[in-house]
């Protein structure tokens, strides 16, 4: 079944837009882009890592459930 992605989901999808452009910090922009990209898939929880050289280093994680928040701001 394919979903069809309306206004609200575009707004999250522009606030990360808009963060990118805004943003100074890497640890707020990867905290705006899991919480928006969160809402817009609408999961309970991501986490995100950052490449460094050849490694994945963790940047961020959110879980709605747990009420878990890590990294980011």
């Not at 707004?11 to 963060?19: D, F, S």
């Not at 309970?44 to 459930?65: I, K, M």
Request: charged share 25%; proline share 0%; aromatic share 8%.
């Amino acid at each position: 079944m394919s979903r069809r992605y309306g206004f609200e989901d575009l707004k999250h999808l522009l606030r990360i837009g808009i963060a990118l452009g805004e943003t100074n910090r890497l640890s707020d922009l990867l905290e705006t882009v899991l919480e928006e990209l969160q809402c817009f898939v609408r999961c309970d929880g991501g986490s995100l890592y950052v490449v460094r050289g050849h490694w994945l280093e963790f940047a961020a994680l959110r879980n709605q459930t747990l009420e878990a928040k890590r990294g980011g701001n």
